[in-house]
């Protein structure tokens, strides 16, 4: 809003000239400064995230449905035991090298946090019985290999099994042909030696 005093035929008068402003669209010309608030609630959670970024996270951005928002806001206003519940596995994570790892952790559902919780509290013997195989192979790298380990369902744990334990019977008839052609390889050397030591 402009005022100006301009004189005619010997009076004043007081002209005023309404400049109206230009209103500055954001986010896909969908909001503007005057309502930006609601950007918030975007289904859109491209614009939801630039909202948050641009008014400043709060609270209410720890329960968006949109993962990546949820864990900028646990960034921003820290992290809390609740998010160590969360249904992301990223967040989750994070929350735990935040605030430390417990033994409950041992149990998440991702084998990545899982296997992180085992190399920060230690491997225990339950670790042998883990879905995961890098998980049970890194139980009996510490724990030291028994003759179970000969039956895990991954050969690449049997392999290791054979290689330290030695090589059975057994392993000629494994269902891995690494194993079987370790075996047979062995025992070859096996008779070999033997027979030089007869020779004797």
Do not use: H
């Not at 909001?31 to 609630?41: D, Q, S």
């Not at 960034?75 to 605030?99: C, F, H, M, P, S």
């Not at 690449?156 to 390889?185: F, H, M, P, Q």
Request: charged share 45%.
């Amino acid at each position: 809003m402009m005022e100006q005093i301009i004189e005619q035929n010997g009076k004043k008068y007081k002209v005023i000239e309404i400049i109206e402003e230009p209103k500055v669209e954001l986010f896909w010309n969908k909001y503007t400064i005057e309502n930006i608030e609601e950007a918030k609630k975007d289904e859109s959670e491209y614009i939801r995230i630039e909202a948050y970024r641009l008014l400043g996270y709060t609270e209410e951005a720890k329960e968006d449905k949109y993962w990546s928002i949820r864990r900028e806001a646990y960034r921003v206003l820290g992290y809390t035991e609740e998010a160590k519940k969360d249904e992301d596995w990223n967040i989750r994570l994070e929350a735990y090298r935040t605030l430390g790892y417990t033994e409950e952790v041992k149990k998440d559902k991702d084998c990545d946090i899982r296997r992180e919780a085992y190399r920060m509290l230690g491997y225990t013997e339950e670790a042998k019985k883990d879905n995961d195989w890098i998980i049970r192979l890194e139980a009996y790298i510490a724990l030291g290999y028994t003759e179970e380990a000969k039956k895990d369902k991954d050969w690449y744990i049997r392999r290791e099994a054979y290689r330290v334990l030695g090589y059975t019977e057994e392993a000629k008839k494994d269902n891995n042909w690494i194993i079987r052609s370790e075996a047979e390889l062995y025992f070859k050397i096996k008779e070999a030696r033997e027979k030089l030591k007869g020779d004797e």
